[in-house]
């Protein structure tokens, strides 16, 4: 016998360049309420820890400093994807602003990024000196400059920063080096294309890790998340000792998801494009991980899948694509209200067919 009323919980993370997570979960519920318009639906903005981060943990009350990374140094921002020549260092200058402010609790949410310098940038924007093998102060290290960092001056930093906590939020666990790292997995993204100039530069990645470690003695291969934002994670986490935790699982925490879905009939979650990088800590992952603990089924809507079978696997109960085939690229991200109206007739086609 059916329910008569289905409640449904809709925590979608936001389209990247397209829809914001509320915008997008909007539209999910207008596809529902043609369907069933008694239904009750719960609505909870969503973020990883990558761009709007900061936004959605404002809004669910958050009252530490968020600094987040894709406002800063994102790749969204930049002005041509060269992440040989893009620096954090603009995200010290954001992290500085906010303990001027009286911060003591500073969060850095690292999704987003369109950099590879392990953070060092952001790092001397707070204070610290980064030296070559000349013994030269070097400028915004950014990662076409790693071959020529030979040490480091971290005096200036530590008083800088002294009482503040830091922690860092990041998208996806990435490890600091390897075939699955910041470097050889990512910075194709950032514009880093032949294979050689990748492979050294993850090389060059360890070498100056070493060398962070043997100055600061925190390890930052060590760190969680230590390859998310091009190797920031493990940067803060030695030269700040950040602790690092995923993204979606503070967020969840913040909008207390699990009061909302232990008694839901389904849950529904969504981004731009689901692959295999979604079950690395993405926004939905996190949502499947808690729904299933109370044996709640999930519909994952995106734009574009890729790794189909890696995402059934996983455990998504159902996948579905806002445009006619899962081959097809995401919706045009300048045109937001055509994805919103595929969003919502894709939505009401699958809730017309449910059955709880």
Do not use: W
Not at 146 to 166: P, V
């Amino acid at each position: 016998m059916l329910k008569q009323v289905m409640k449904i919980v809709i925590a979608i993370d936001s389209y990247k360049g397209c829809l914001s997570s509320i915008k997008a979960a909007e539209a999910a519920r207008t596809g529902i309420m043609k369907i069933h318009p008694e239904a009750d639906i719960v609505i909870l903005p969503i973020a990883d820890g990558g761009e709007g981060t900061a936004e959605v943990l404002e809004g669910y009350g958050v009252s530490a400093g968020v600094v987040e990374m894709a406002k800063g140094a994102g790749l969204r921002r930049v002005k041509d994807r060269n992440v040989y020549t893009q620096s954090t260092y603009p995200v010290g200058e954001m992290i500085k602003e906010e303990i001027k402010k009286g911060n003591k609790n500073i969060i850095l949410t690292l999704g987003g990024s369109g950099t590879n310098d392990m953070g060092l940038g952001a790092l001397q924007g707070l204070g610290l000196k980064v030296y070559d093998d000349c013994g030269n102060e070097m400028g915004p290290i950014a990662a076409g400059m790693l071959k020529h960092i030979a040490g480091f001056d971290s005096t200036e930093l530590q008083a800088n920063i002294k009482g503040i906590r830091f922690s860092y939020l990041y998208d996806a666990e990435i490890p600091f080096c390897g075939p699955e790292g910041a470097v050889m997995l990512y910075a194709p993204q950032k514009g880093m294309v032949d294979l050689n100039d990748l492979k050294e530069t993850d090389a060059e990645m360890q070498r100056v890790g070493h060398l962070i470690a043997k100055y600061t003695h925190r390890d930052p291969a060590e760190a969680r998340g230590a390859g998310a934002a091009g190797g920031c994670g493990g940067g803060f986490y030695a030269f700040l000792h950040a602790e690092g935790k995923p993204g979606i699982e503070e967020v969840l925490r913040a909008a207390r998801f699990d009061q909302s879905v232990s008694n839901a009939d389904l849950v529904i979650t969504g981004e731009g494009k689901s692959d295999r990088q979604t079950c690395q800590g993405k926004a939905a992952s996190g949502i499947l991980k808690e729904a299933h603990r109370y044996n709640v089924p999930v519909l994952l809507v995106s734009g574009r899948f890729e790794d189909i079978e890696d995402l059934q696997r996983y455990g998504f109960d159902y996948l579905l694509c806002i445009n006619s085939g899962y081959d097809k690229d995401p919706a045009d991200p300048l045109n937001p209200e055509v994805a919103a109206k595929r969003i919502a007739n894709k939505v009401s086609e699958f809730i017309g067919r449910y059955k709880i």
